[in-house]
């Protein structure tokens, strides 16, 4: 049995990290999606808003289990068995980042593989600092996230003042 793990901070999730998710399900046996709760980026939406976001994004999908993570991504994937760890590239610019740290990955962690998936085109565009722009701004995002996203986004830039969230985040900014 092959368990992967997709990591990502997912700020928020749209339909490009989705489309990932889905495509990794039909390799493997198991997916763990996993959201990161610290990053050194500044987050729009609290860990617990986007865990919950996430679990709802991929309810009812067996193969798939979202959870929350802390620490290194290959610490975290050998803590839970996971042999692969996913990730999505939409960009020739994404490519150089993901090289940078699969290689860091590979020598902290030389049994866990990197597997990157290449975006379905219609997401290329895709990232979750544009969606938080354009829903910042009070743009349509439906095309971009499923519609409990696009709620709570609304939400939270509901009780923006002064460009803050409640969790002090600014939200053009990653």
């Known amino acids: 049995m092959i368990k992967a793990v997709f990591p990502a901070t997912f700020d928020p999730i749209h339909n490009g990290h989705i489309d990932i998710a889905l495509r990794a399900c039909k390799l493997f046996d198991e997916l763990v ?14 860990p617990e808003v986007r865990l919950e976001l996430v679990q709802q994004s991929f309810e009812g999908i067996e193969k798939i289990t ?10 975290f994937a050998q803590e839970i068995g996971a042999q692969v760890v996913v990730r999505g ?3 020739f610019s994404d490519f150089e980042y993901e090289f940078r740290m699969a290689l860091a990955n590979q020598q902290l962690a030389p049994n866990v593989e990197t597997i990157s998936l290449i975006t379905s085109k219609e ?6 600092t544009t969606v938080r722009e354009i829903s910042s701004l009070e743009g ?3 095309s971009m996230v499923p519609a409990h996203v696009e709620e709570a986004l ?3 830039f509901s009780k923006r003042v002064d460009g803050k969230s409640e969790f002090g985040t600014n939200a053009l900014r990653d």
């Open 33 to 46: 999606v996993a959201v990161y709760d610290r990053p050194l980026k500044k987050l729009l939406l609290s």
């Open 66 to 75: 979202v959870v929350g993570y802390s620490g290194l991504t290959v610490d």
């Open 89 to 91: 590239l939409r960009v």
């Open 123 to 128: 997401h290329t565009f895709l990232s979750s």
């Open 140 to 142: 349509d995002v439906s």
């Open 154 to 156: 609304k939400l939270e």
